[in-house]
């Protein structure tokens, strides 16, 4: 019984999902409500998956540890076709961050993430999931990213275009891997001291 009832209710959610009007909201989080070192719990509605975070001063931080011999990712289920992230982030101390999706098949295999680091971003397309993880640079701005400061990003998935907009910059890229349902979206930081506020998801609008 409680398999039919987990089957009937993804159903419905992706039913629901289909039926969301392009644009329409999945969630806002301002990461306003301050919160200790938190590792592998829920954080201001979202999930501490890997590494270390925290909330404090209006802005969500995500520190690599040692230990877990792999970068910090905090997540958040989506079920979406198109999808529009919308953030702002700082890098601080950290080697990297990247935004990254994972698409629905089970246990969400990686898809594609933007990349940000001091000397400019770039985009990947990925497959697989833990050691099985394929990944491959398909477009690449030099730029330089004060890390001081913070910076507004948008990054736009519909079909198989990906779009990113930091700051003032465009990047874009296409893949069909890009097409496919996306089930997951990661907050992601290698090393220490990076930042994310003002985190937003949308179901992406109609195709330009």
């Known amino acids: 019984m409680r398999l039919l009832l987990a089957f009937l209710s993804s159903v419905v959610a992706a039913c629901a999902a289909e039926s969301a009007p392009p644009g329409s909201l999945i969630v806002s ?5 301050p919160q200790g070192p938190t590792r592998k719990k829920p954080i201001n509605g979202w999930n501490a998956a890997i590494g270390e975070w925290s909330v404090k001063d209006g802005a969500l931080f995500g520190d690599e540890l040692k230990e877990d011999n792999h970068h910090s990712s905090c997540t958040y289920k989506v079920d979406a076709g198109g999808i529009v992230i919308q953030a702002q982030f700082r890098l601080g101390g950290a080697q990297y961050l990247a935004f990254g999706c994972r698409d629905t098949v089970a246990p969400n295999l990686h898809l594609g993430r933007t990349f940000v680091s001091k000397d400019g971003f770039w985009i990947t397309h990925m497959s697989g999931i833990s050691k099985t993880t394929k990944s491959t640079k398909i477009a690449e701005l030099k730029t330089p990213i004060d890390p001081a400061k913070w910076h507004d990003v948008r990054i736009e998935i519909v079909g198989e ?3 990113v907009r930091l700051d003032d910059k465009e990047l874009e890229a296409a893949h069909p891997r890009f097409k496919d349902r996306k089930g997951l979206v990661a907050l992601i930081t290698k090393g220490q001291g990076a930042a994310f506020r003002q985190v937003t998801l949308n ?4 195709a330009r």
Not at 29 to 33: L, N
Not at 203 to 206: I, L, T, V
Request: a neutral charge; charged letters at 35%; zero cysteines.
């Open 29 to 33: 989080t301002p990461f306003d409500q």
């Open 161 to 163: 275009k990906y779009r």
């Open 203 to 206: 179901h992406a609008p109609e």
